[in-house]
Nanobody, 126 residues
Framework: VQLVESGGGLAQPGGSLRLSCAAS????????MSWARQAPGKGLEWVSG????????YYADSVKGRFTISRDNAKNTLYLQMNSLKPEDTALYYC????????????????????WGQGTQVTVSS
């Protein structure tokens, strides 16, 4: 199993970035997926989740209305479109595989996730 994030970088406040997570080594379409992030000096924070078939999506209150999670099961790729970025969005962003096609996405559910990428850095600064 391998998860490889990309697309991070430096963005100005109000700007946008699109993260990608390329999955391999497993049947991507059989698992729910999430994005999580870790800001400097802070703990891991769940950001967003999506069911295995993409039929439902969930967001942390801190990103709701600004971020959009999606997936392309034909390309084995997970995405996170981030708009209206704020300095507090600065963090290392990870994609993670949930243990089932459908899970209850909660901020405290991260220990359930069995595979993680190496992360991609997002910095929001003027």
């Amino acid at each position: 199993v391998q998860l490889v994030e990309s697309g991070g970088g430096l963005a100005q406040p109000g700007g946008s970035l699109r993260l990608s997570c390329a999955a391999s080594g497993f049947t991507f379409s059989s698992y729910a997926m999430s994005w999580a992030r870790q800001a400097p000096g802070k703990g891991l924070e769940w950001v967003s989740g999506i069911y295995s078939d993409g039929s439902d999506t969930y967001y942390a209150d801190s990103v709701k209305g600004r971020f959009t999670i999606s997936r392309d099961n034909a390309k084995n790729t997970l995405y996170l479109q981030m708009n209206s970025l704020k300095p507090e969005d600065t963090a290392l962003y990870y994609c993670a595989r949930a243990p089932r096609p459908i899970v209850v996405f909660t901020p405290t559910g991260l220990p359930e996730y069995d595979y993680w990428g190496q992360g991609t850095q997002v910095t929001v600064s003027s």
